[in-house]
T-cell receptor, first 113, second 116 residues
């Protein structure tokens, strides 16, 4: 994934509403995808993952959707809370069999009271 | 999830000095650890893959002689930034997983490096 730009895309959502964060991945050979949440000054925190043999996976208040046809990944957060405010990154496993992750640009989610 | 720690959490050093950052997996053994770098308002970039008992694998554009990696045990990997310069100032984050392409990676809290 690319890592260019000084400003992260921002999504502002009212507390209690649902949010959808989107991600386009680059490598059609990737077969494992993860969503991470990163709060300011901290390391990424695992949210949910999905393998390429699945289209959808649900967790607690979160759902990940995978569309391999258009290489698109989305994270849905239900009933957003103030603590959901953070930067969200999608990540894919690297090409060529490497295990290091390739991260997307990230989206800054802001929950408004 | 698995717990990964880093030390120190932040460091300020003078240009030309070397800085060592430790990454530990606290409750599992990690044959592979990864080092990432993150500049402000940007995403994480993989620097290198640290393999226990063997040489690290560096990503294109990352100088192996500048960023020395040692993975001496299944729970510890170290990153040494040699002769640090102001452009090396960044947020360095390690991750660890149990191994294999499908294994979830868990990240440490990161180390903030400021080179004056």
């Amino acid at each position: 994934g690319e890592n260019v730009g000084l400003h992260l895309p921002t999504l502002s959502v009212q507390e209690g509403d649902n949010s959808i964060i989107n991600c386009a991945y680059s490598n059609s050979a990737s077969d494992y995808f993860i969503w991470y949440k990163q709060e300011s000054g901290k390391g990424p925190q695992f949210i949910i993952d999905i393998r390429s043999n699945m289209d959808k996976r649900q967790g607690q208040r979160v759902t990940v959707l995978l569309n391999k046809t258009v290489k698109h990944l989305s994270l849905q957060i239900a009933a957003t809370q103030p603590g959901d405010s953070a930067v969200y990154f999608c990540a894919e496993n690297g090409p060529g069999g490497a295990d290091g992750l390739t991260f997307g640009k990230g989206t800054h989610l802001i929950i408004q009271p | 999830g698995a717990v990964v720690s880093q030390h120190p959490s932040w460091v300020i050093c003078k240009s030309g000095t070397s800085v060592k950052i430790e990454c530990r997996s606290l409750d599992f053994q990690a044959t592979t650890m990864f080092w990432y770098r993150q500049f402000p308002k940007q995403s994480l970039m993989l620097m290198a893959t640290s393999n226990e008992g063997s040489k690290a694998t560096y990503e294109q554009g990352v100088e192996k002689d500048k960023f020395l990696i040692n993975h001496a045990s299944l729970t510890l990997s170290t990153l040494t930034v040699t002769s640090a310069h102001p452009e090396d100032s960044s947020f360095y984050i390690c991750s660890a997983g149990g191994g294999g392409r499908m294994e979830t990676q868990y990240f440490g809290p990161g180390t903030r490096l400021l080179v004056l």
